[in-house]
């Protein structure tokens, strides 16, 4: 089993930036696919980005793309969400999520407390 833990997470104004932290402990950190998805008040968890146990990268979310980045430390046994110029809609809870091989990145095996991140305008 994994357990994860978000950090990072607060208040911020609009075009501001925040650093996510997810930190796993467990066994074979390394053979996970990681990443964050997030969920706003009355919406639909969503998929933000995931960064495989290959490095390969993908971002989810469209409205995203140039303004979050998203990596791995294996050494350290974490994954990091940078997200810079941050919009009011980008307000949401963000939980890290990990992955077995062959399970599907919609349906992660393991799931963080989830952090608030909240963007003022």
């Known amino acids: 089993q994994v357990q994860l833990v978000e950090s990072g997470g607060g208040l911020v104004q609009a075009g501001g930036s925040l650093r996510l932290s997810c930190e796993a402990s467990?066994?074979?950190?390394?053979?996970?696919?990681m990443g964050w998805f997030r969920q706003a008040p009355g919406k639909e968890r969503e998929s933000v980005a995931r960064?495989?146990?290959?490095?390969?990268?993908?971002y989810d979310a469209d409205s995203v793309k140039g303004r979050f980045t998203i990596s791995r430390d294996n050494a350290k046994n974490t994954v990091n969400l940078q997200m810079d110029s941050l919009k009011p809609e980008d307000t949401a809870v963000y939980y890290c999520?990990?992955?077995?091989?062959?399970?599907?990145?919609?349906?992660?095996?393991?799931w963080g407390q989830g952090t608030q991140v909240t963007v003022s305008s």
């Open positions: 467990g066994r074979t950190f390394s053979r996970y696919a």
């Open positions: 999520a990990a992955s077995t091989y062959g399970r599907s990145w919609s349906k992660p095996d393991y």
């Open positions: 960064i495989s146990r290959n490095f390969g990268i993908t």
